[in-house]
T-cell receptor, first 114, second 114 residues
Framework: AQSVTQLDSQVPVFEEAPVELRCNYS??????LFWYVQYPNQGLQLLLK??????LVKGINGFEAEFNKSQTSFHLRKPSVHISDTAEYFC????????????FGAGTILRVKS | ETGVTQTPRHLVMGMTNKKSLKCEQH?????MYWYKQSAKKPLELMFV???????ENNSVPSRFSPECPNSSHLFLHLHTLQPEDSALYLC?????????????FGPGTRLTVL
């Protein structure tokens, strides 16, 4: 079985400051990982994904994440946030052994303040 | 229309009503999913269809009945729901079931059960 823990339910940050949203996973097999973003009244949109290869993954809107197998983490970072980044962010884990069945974290609300 | 669309966007129903949620994907994908999103909880996978056959049913109560008439359309038929069924219902699709591909989400139907 797999599980995902997003350690912060809400992260407030000022505009132009850096941010890190934390994600830890648990799995007994090799995994692939996703970060999705959900803006108000919208569905989930893919930010970035890690399947294999380079552990530093770059996504849309200036976000990046680093896969750390020893720490079973996949934290999301952005060096300078904008008001428009205010949204809820979901980490998800999947594994070929479990089909394409993604397990999602509970989400982290990023609130960017001016 | 592009991507994944869902109708209606909002639905209010009584516990004795029967209603249906509709999802349509315009991406040529072979797999479609229903998720339930409740406040402060991880997304819950409800059903998965691959090539119009149901391949996952995650212990969902029988008051939820899915239907996939073709690879582009997915329905969720609702009857005698409970107030705790109030949530955002998200539809998603992916190229194949069982791979590591991205899932594309619709905007969701916000369901309120009175």
């Amino acid at each position: 079985a797999q599980s995902v823990t997003q350690l912060d339910s809400q992260v407030p940050v000022f505009e132009e400051a850096p941010v890190e949203l934390r994600c830890n996973y648990s799995s007994s097999v090799s995994v692939y990982l996703f970060w999705y973003v959900q803006y108000p009244n919208q569905g989930l949109q893919l930010l970035l994904k890690y399947l294999s290869g380079s552990t530093l993954v770059k996504g849309i809107n200036g976000f990046e994440a680093e896969f750390n197998k020893s720490q079973t983490s996949f934290h999301l970072r952005k060096p300078s946030v904008h008001i428009s980044d205010t949204a809820e962010y979901f980490c998800a884990v999947g594994a070929l052994e479990y089909g394409n069945k993604l397990v999602f974290g509970a989400g982290t609300i990023l609130r960017v303040k001016s | 229309e592009t991507g994944v669309t869902q109708t209606p966007r909002h639905l209010v129903m009584g516990m004795t009503n029967k209603k249906s949620l509709k999802c349509e994907q315009h991406l040529g994908h072979n797999a479609m999913y229903w998720y339930k999103q409740s406040a402060k909880k991880p997304l819950e996978l409800m059903f998965v269809y691959s090539l119009e056959e149901r391949v996952e049913n995650n212990s969902v109560p029988s008051r939820f009945s899915p239907e996939c008439p073709n690879s582009s359309h997915l329905f969720l038929h609702l009857h005698t729901l409970q107030p705790e069924d109030s949530a955002l219902y998200l539809c998603a699709s992916s190229q194949e079931y069982g791979g590591a591909g991205e899932q594309f989400f619709g905007p969701g139907t916000r369901l309120t059960v009175l």
